[in-house]
């Protein structure tokens, strides 16, 4: 290991890219190219968009620059599509016809 810690036991903080591969790897993960990679429940690595490092992301919190001002970021959008069960289709009201 080269000593870099990812992100148990410190605060959440974006990862370099190739820390990150090397310990998917190393955790025997398949997904080591992904844009996501899922941690425990609610928490991922999300790539950034040039590829040089992941994100350390919720769904409402994420360690890039849009995101440490709590502004909305893609990588949120994708942490929750990714943990998120497919929706089932719209639901129509419930409301019996003439209800309104
Ligand atoms: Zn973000």
């Not at 990150?20 to 690595?45: H, Q, S, Y």
């Not at 909305?72 to 016809?97: I, Q």
């Amino acid at each position: 290991m080269s000593g870099k810690i990812l992100f148990e036991g410190v605060a959440p903080v974006s990862q370099d890219a190739k820390a990150v591969e090397a310990w998917a790897r190393v955790m025997n993960m398949p997904n080591t190219r992904a844009d996501i990679i899922r941690l425990t429940e609610g928490k991922a690595l999300v790539r950034s968009r040039d590829g040089s490092k992941y994100y350390f992301t919720t769904a409402t919190t994420c360690t890039c620059p849009a995101g440490q001002f709590g502004k909305e970021c893609r990588h949120k959008k994708m942490v929750r599509a990714a943990f998120t069960e497919p929706k089932p289709a719209e639901r129509r009201s419930f409301k019996p016809d003439g209800w309104d």
